[in-house]
């Protein structure tokens, strides 16, 4: 499956980005998917998780509450809606999926991977 995420740009303290991944070449709707940072200087860190089915969800301790991870399977897409950001969300985002039924926080569980999006916060 090859993943394509867009959306990110630059964006002011207390606003509101919504990151977008589309997947083709695969069965997207019996894949779990999970959107991942990795800031400068920093290793690859878990954001949020969905399950296949859309019932399940997981999110880090630092976004819970202001981000959102959910899916559309009509159009292979899953999203990230991300309010009230702040600056230390400032990261290249990556979504993931995971095409061997692992669901979770572990980079390690996802076997398919987009190519980034930047997200800039300024304070």
């Known amino acids: 499956v090859q993943l394509q995420a867009s959306g990110g740009g630059l964006v002011q303290a207390g606003g509101s980005l919504r990151l977008s991944c589309a997947a083709s070449?695969?069965?997207?709707?019996?894949?779990?998917m999970g959107w991942f940072r990795q800031a400068p200087g920093k290793e690859r860190a878990f954001v949020a998780a969905l399950t296949w089915t859309g019932g399940s969800t997981a999110y880090a301790d630092s976004v819970k509450g202001r981000f959102a991870i959910s899916r559309d399977n009509a159009k292979n897409t899953v999203y990230l809606q991300m309010n009230s950001l702040k600056p230390e969300d400032t990261a290249v985002y990556y979504c993931?999926?995971?095409?061997?039924?692992?669901?979770?926080?572990?980079?390690?569980?996802?076997?398919?991977w987009g190519q980034g999006t930047q997200v800039t916060v300024s304070s």
């Open positions: 070449g695969g069965t997207f709707s019996t894949y779990n």
């Open positions: 993931a999926a995971s095409t061997r039924g692992v669901s979770g926080s572990s980079r390690w569980g996802y076997d398919s």
